[in-house]
C-alpha cells in the first residue's frame, strides 16, 4: 500500500504542482506535509496572505484618500479594523489551501502529514501521529525555505520579526522599521504604512530592489517615498536591540558613521534561505553547495539518480512560478518526456502598488555583456486609463536587439503590471521583435497600451502618444 512511483517532500506551489502533474501522467504518487494544512509557504504565510492584506490596505487607502475625488461621500470617520482584516486573511488562506486538499483527492494523491526523511534512497519514514515507511521509486525533494536573518539579530518574534509574524500583528505600529529593501519588506512595509504605520526602510544596497532594472528601484523608491515610505539605503545594520516595546537598529552609513533608528516593531526581511532540516539528506548522499541548497543538475535531478529536488531549496529566484515549472519538468521526465525551462524568461513581480514586474535582461545586464540594445520607455500617465483611474505613477520599458529588435528585456512599474507581464513573457518566448509588439492592436482604453507605446519607442523612437 505504501509504495509509490513518486514521493513529494513539501506540499508548497513546486511540491503540489509537481505532485498533480505526476499524477495525470499517470504515476501513482504521494505528498508528505509536516504541517496540517497544505499549500507551504506561499498559501499559508506568504504570497497568498500577503496579498489579502494587500488588498484590504489598498481599500482603506482609497477610502480615506480618493473617494471623495471620485465623488463618494461616507459619513463618519473611516477605521482600520485590523483583527477583521487579519480574519479576511485567514478565511482566504483556509480557502485556497482547502483547494489543494480538493486537488490532491480528485488526482488520487495519498497525503501523510508528517516530517519525511530519507532512511535509504528509496525508503522515506513519515514521521506523524504515527511513523509508518514509504517506499519510493522516486523522490522530488521540494521543502522550500524559510525567513533568513543576520547573524546579530535574535528573532523573538514579537518585536523582531519575520514576515510570518507580520502578517498576524495585533496591533498597528507605531514605526515599523524594516530591515531589507526587498520584495517582502517593500510589500509589508506598504501595507502597514497604508493603515497609519510610519514606516522605515534600512537597506545595504545602493538602492531598494537591487537585482532588478535601476529604472524600476528609482522609480518605484519614488512612488513609495511620496506615500510616506522613508528609506536609508547603503546603509549596513550592524545591531537589532529590543527593550521592551521598544526596537533600536544600529547601523552604519555610506560615510561611516553610525545611525541609530527607534521603532516598537522591527520586520527582518533580508531574504530566504533553503529549508532541508530532518531530511537526512547526507545519509543517502545528497549534495547541499555553500549556500545550502541542494545540488542539482540541469535535469533537477540530485547525484542520486532517482532523488529530485525543486523551487526554494535548489538554485535560482525563490519565486512560487519557478517552483512549479520546475515541478512539471521533474514530472514529464520521469514520464518519458523532454519537457525544457528557460529561466530567462520566469517573470519577478513586487506586488506593491504601483506593481512591479520584470522579465528578461535588465540594462545593466546588457551593458556588463556587452550586449548592444536599444531602449523605448512609455509613461502611464500618457494613458487615458491610468488618468481615468488615478493611477498615472510608472512606465514600461522594452530592451531589445540594437540589429535584431528582438526583445531582450520587459520592465514596468504600474497599475496592474503584475498581469500585463504575461504578454512580454509570450511575446520573448516566440522571440517577438520590439516591431511585432508595436504592429499588434492594443484594446483602448488600457493599461496594455502602455506595452505597445513601448515597443514603438523602441523601434525608431516613434511612440504616438508622447
Known sequence: MNSFDVVVIGSG???????????????????????????????????????????????????????????????????????????????????????????????????????????????????????????????????????GTLPFITL????????????????????????????????????????????????????????????????????LKKQGVKFFTSHGVSAVDRQKNSVTVTATDKKGNEVKFEGDYCLVSVGRKPYTEGLQLDTVGVQLNERGQVEVNDHLQTVVPNIYAIGDVVRGAMLAHKAEEEGVLVAEQLAGQQPHIDY???????????????????????????????????????????RASMDTDGFVKILADAETDEVLGVHMVGARVADLIAEAVTAMEFRASAEDIARMSHSHPTYAEAVKEAALAATEDRALHI
Open 344 to 386: 530567462n524568461l520566469i517573470p519577478n513581480v513586487i506586488y506593491t502598488w504601483p506593481e512591479v514586474a520584470s522579465v528578461g535582461k535588465t540594462e545593466e545586464e546588457l551593458k556588463t555583456a556587452q550586449v548592444a540594445y536599444k531602449s523605448g520607455q512609455f509613461p502611464m500617465r500618457a494613458l487615458g486609463r491610468a
Open 13 to 147: 506551489p513546486g511540491g503540489y504542482v509537481a505532485a498533480i502533474r505526476c499524477a495525470q501522467l499517470g504515476l501513482k504518487t504521494a505528498i508528505i506535509e509536516k504541517y496540517s494544512t497544505l499549500g507551504g509557504t506561499c498559501l499559508n504565510v506568504g504570497c497568498i496572505p500577503s496579498k489579502s492584506l494587500l488588498d484590504s490596505s489598498h481599500h482603506y487607502e482609497d477610502a480615506i484618500k480618493h473617494f471623495d475625488t471620485h465623488g463618494i461621500e461616507i459619513p463618519g470617520e473611516i477605521k482600520v479594523n485590523l483583527e477583521k482584516m487579519i480574519g479576511r486573511k485567514r478565511q482566504v488562506v483556509e480557502q485556497t489551501t482547502l483547494g489543494i486538499n480538493f486537488l490532491m483527492d480528485k488526482n488520487k494523491i495519498k497525503v501523510f502529514e508528517g516530517v519525511g526523511r530519507f532512511i535509504d534512497a528509496t525508503h522515506i519514514e513519515v514521521d506523524g501521529k504515527k511513523k509508518m515507511t514509504l517506499v519510493a521509486k522516486n523522490t522530488i525533494i521540494a521543502t522550500g525555505s524559510k525567513p
Open 156 to 223: 523573538d518574534k514579537e518585536r523582531v520579526i519575520t514576515s510570518t509574524e507580520a502578517l498576524e500583528l495585533k496591533e498597528i505600529p507605531k514605526h515599523l522599521l524594516v530591515v531589507g529593501g526587498g520584495v517582502i519588506g517593500l510589500e509589508l512595509g506598504q501595507v502597514y504604512r497604508r493603515l497609519g504605520a510610519a514606516v522605515s526602510v534600512i537597506e545595504y544596497a545602493d538602492r531598494i530592489v537591487p537585482v532588478m532594472d535601476s529604472a524600476i528601484s528609482r522609480e518605484l523608491q519614488k512612488v
